[in-house]
C-alpha cells in the first residue's frame, strides 16, 4: 500500500526508522513523521501541499525521539529542510517508548520556572528544530496532536478550509483580545498588564480591528461575568484572524472571571465541544500557564482546540509555568512576524519569533519590556535564561505549513487634519475591486464614548445588564462609515466628521472580493478651530480620567 501512494503521490518519499536508510534523490523541504497507516487519510493534504510545490518525505512514527532527531538531521543535511510535520500524539506516559501511531517528545530541564512551581522537565518540540545543539531553532516544527485517522481527517478539512475556502467577511482583520488579572499585586498588575498588552496591539496595523475584554471588573472592557465566557465562545464561532488570551490557565482551562461574591468559568476543554460550522477559524495564541501541555493524558486546552470541527486551525502555547516577561516578548515577536514581516507560514511565524526572543533587544519596544523586567521582575538577573527557556515552552500544535491569509495593500490618501462637522475625501489606491468598507475611528488608546473604572461591585440585573452596555460603548471606535461598491482600483470615498469628534484617529478600509481581500489605513487627527487664536486645536481624550492610565496604555495606540 505503501509502494502504490508514493508512486500516485510523487515527489513524496519514505524513509525507514534508522538513519541509515535515509537516502533521497531531490532534497526535501518537508519531512513528515506519521503513522504508515495513517497515510491514505493524509491524502488530501498531501496532495494540496505538493501542489503547492512542497517535496516532502516520510518517516513513521514510534521512534524514540533521539532516533527521530537523528532522522531529521541526516535529511536536514541535503540542504532545503525547512519543516517538519508530527502526525499523532505523544506516548501517555512519560519516558516510554511510542507506540506505532504516537511521537515521542522531548523533555528538557527547567532552570528557571522550575523555581516557581513548574515541573523539573518541560515537554518540547522544539529539540527537533534545534540542528546545531544552541538550543535555538533553526526549521519549523508543529504537531497535529491526533489520537485516531478519523480525529486526522478531520484536522485536515480544516487545514484545506482555512486556505482554500475562506468565508468571506470582516473576522479576516479582526484580532480578538482576551485578557485575565495578573494576581501578583496591584503595581505589578498595572505594570504587566500596561507593558504586555501595548506591546501585542501596537504590533498589529491600525487597519485591523482589535477588540479587548479584561477580566478585571472594575474595567469597562469587562462584560458581565455571565456573558464572559459565552462571549469567548461566539468570538471563536464567529471567526477572527488571531484570538490572543492573556493571563492564568491550567491544563484544561482558562482562568475564571472573579468577582465579589463568586468566581464564573471563561473557557474549558469541554466547551469546545459546543463549536461547529464556524463562520471563521482563527489561529489561536495563548500567553498562559500549561494551556499546551500536549504531553498529558488527556488532551490539554490546546488539543482540544485543534481538534474541535469549529475551533481553532492551530494553537499556539506553552506546556508549562510561564512567566509575564518572557510571555510578553513571544508575544510582541510573533506579532511582528505575522503582521510586518509578513512570513508566508504559520510556521516560519513562529520559527522567527522563537529567533527573535532569544536575541538581545534591538528595537526601542524591546528595550523598554526589557528595562521593565529589570524593575519588576523576580527573576532580573536571568531574563535572557527566561526568554530561552520559553522558547521550549511553547509549541506550535498545527500545521507549519499553513499559509497565512495576507491581505493586499489598499493605500488610502486623505488630510492629516480635519475639523468636528466637516466632511473629507478619501482617496484609495485597492489592488481589489469590490464592496469597501471606509471608516473613521479612533486610535486603540481611546474611544468614542466616556469610560471609567467602577469603583463598587453592582450585581443586580441593571447592574449587569450596564456591564454588557459598557463594554460593547469600549470596544466602540468607530466615529462614521462609508459602505461602496468601488469599480476601479482608483476610488474617491466622502466621509463625515462628526461633531463630537476629537483626537488622534485613522481612515481605515476593509475591500473584499470573493476569496480576495485588502486593508489599509492613514493617520487623521481630528482637532476644532480655535476663533480667538485662529488656529486648530487638537480634541482631549474621551476616555475620562477614572479610566487607569495603566489601563489606558494597555490598550496601545
Known amino acids: 500500500m505503501i509502494a502504490t501512494f508514493i508512486l500516485t503521490l510523487a515527489p513524496v518519499l519514505t524513509l525507514g526508522p534508522t538513519p541509515a536508510s535515509v537516502t533521497v534523490g531531490d532534497a526535501p523541504d518537508t519531512l513528515i513523521v506519521a503513522p504508515p497507516t495513517w497515510m491514505t487519510t493524509m491524502r488530501p493534504w498531501l496532495h494540496h501541499r505538493r501542489d503547492q510545490g512542497h517535496r516532502m518525505v516520510v518517516t513513521d512514527a514510534g ?10 538531521r ?14 499523532g500524539d505523544v506516548p501517555v506516559a512519560e519516558n516510554t517508548i511510542a507506540s506505532s501511531t504516537t511521537i515521542a517528545t522531548h523533555m528538557a530541564p527547567s532552570k528557571v520556572v ?7 522537565e518541560i515537554a518540547t518540540d522544539n529539540w527537533y528544530a534545534d540542528l546545531d ?6 526549521i519549523a516544527v508543529g504537531r497535529l496532536p491526533v489520537d485516531t485517522p478519523q480525529e486526522l481527517a478531520q484536522v485536515i478539512e480544516k487545514l484545506i478550509q482555512y486556505e482554500q475556502r475562506p468565508p468571506a467577511g470582516t473576522w479576516r482583520r479582526q484580532v480578538q483580545l482576551t485578557a485575565g488579572t495578573g494576581d501578583f499585586g496591584p503595581v505589578a498588575d498595572a505594570a504587566i498588564e500596561s507593558v504586555s498588552k501595548r506591546l501585542i496591539t501596537d504590533g498589529i496595523p491600525p487597519a485591523y480591528q482589535t477588540d479587548i475584554a479584561y477580566g478585571s471588573w472594575r474595567s469597562p472592557y469587562c462584560p458581565s461575568p455571565f456573558e464572559f465566557g459565552p462571549l469567548a465562545l461566539r468570538n471563536l464561532h464567529n471567526g477572527c484572524s488571531f484570538w490572543v488570551y492573556m493571563g492564568h490557565a491550567n491544563s484544561y482551562d482558562l482562568a475564571p ?10 473557557l474549558s476543554a469541554s ?47 506553552a506546556s508549562r509555568v510561564t512567566m509575564p516577561y518572557a510571555m510578553a516578548v513571544m508575544g510582541k515577536e510573533l506579532m511582528d512576524a505575522i503582521f510586518v514581516q509578513r512570513h508566508a507560514t504559520l510556521g516560519e511565524a513562529v520559527l522567527a519569533s522563537k529567533r527573535a526572543m532569544v536575541a538581545d533587544a534591538d528595537d526601542p519596544a524591546r528595550r523598554f519590556l526589557d528595562q521593565v523586567a529589570w524593575v519588576i521582575s523576580p527573576e532580573r538577573n536571568r531574563l535572557a535564561e527566561e526568554r530561552h527557556e520559553h522558547v521550549h515552552l511553547f509549541n506550535l500544535l498545527g500545521d507549519p505549513l499553513l499559509r497565512l491569509p ?37 486610535r486603540r488608546d481611546r474611544s468614542t464614548h466616556t469610560l471609567a473604572r467602577r469603583q463598587t461591585w453592582d450585581d443586580t440585573q441593571a447592574g449587569l445588564a450596564a456591564m454588557n452596555q459598557q463594554y460593547r460603548k469600549a470596544n466602540d471606535r468607530q466615529w462614521s462609515v462609508q459602505i461602496v461598491q468601488l469599480q476601479d482600483r482608483e476610488s474617491t470615498v466622502e466621509l ?27 493617520d487623521i487627527d481630528v482637532v476644532r478651530s480655535d476663533p480667538q487664536a485662529g488656529t486648530l486645536v487638537g480634541g482631549t481624550s474621551p476616555i475620562s480620567g477614572d479610566l487607569s492610565s495603566a489601563e489606558a496604555e494597555a490598550i496601545g495606540p
Not at 541526516?74 to 502526525?87: C, E
Not at 545543539?133 to 533553526?138: C, I, L, T
Not at 472571571?257 to 471563561?266: A, E, K, M
Not at 481605515?508 to 486593508?519: E, K, L, S
Open 257 to 266: 472571571i472573579r468577582v465579589p461574591g463568586g468566581d464564573y468559568p471563561l
Open 271 to 317: 466547551d469546545l465541544l459546543q463549536l461547529s460550522q464556524p463562520h471563521g477559524l482563527p489561529v489561536a495564541l495563548v500567553l498562559a500557564c500549561y494551556a499546551g501541555a500536549f504531553d498529558l493524558p488527556l488532551d490539554c486546552l490546546g488539543e482540544a482546540m485543534v481538534k474541535s470541527p469549529g475551533g481553532p486551525v492551530a494553537f499556539i502555547g
Open 63 to 72: 521512534q524514540s525521539a533521539t532516533n527521530l532527531r537523528t532522522v531529521i
Open 406 to 442: 495576507h491581505a493586499e495593500e489598499v493605500v488610502i490618501d486623505c488630510p492629516r487634519e480635519a475639523e468636528p462637522g466637516s466632511r473629507i475625501a478619501v482617496r484609495m489606491t485597492s489592488p481589489v475591486v469590490g464592496q469597501a468598507m471606509v471608516e473613521l475611528v479612533c
Open 496 to 522: 463625515e466628521v462628526p461633531k463630537e469628534a476629537a483626537g488622534p484617529c485613522h481612515v481605515r478600509a476593509f475591500v473584499q472580493r470573493d476569496r480576495q481581500w485588502g486593508i489599509g489605513s492613514a
Open 133 to 138: 545543539d544552541d538550543e535555538v531553532p533553526d
Open 114 to 120: 522550575r523555581r516557581w512551581g513548574s515541573e523539573p
Open 74 to 87: 541526516d535529511v536536514a543535511q541535503q540542504g532545503r529542510l525547512r519543516f517538519v510535520v508530527l502526525v
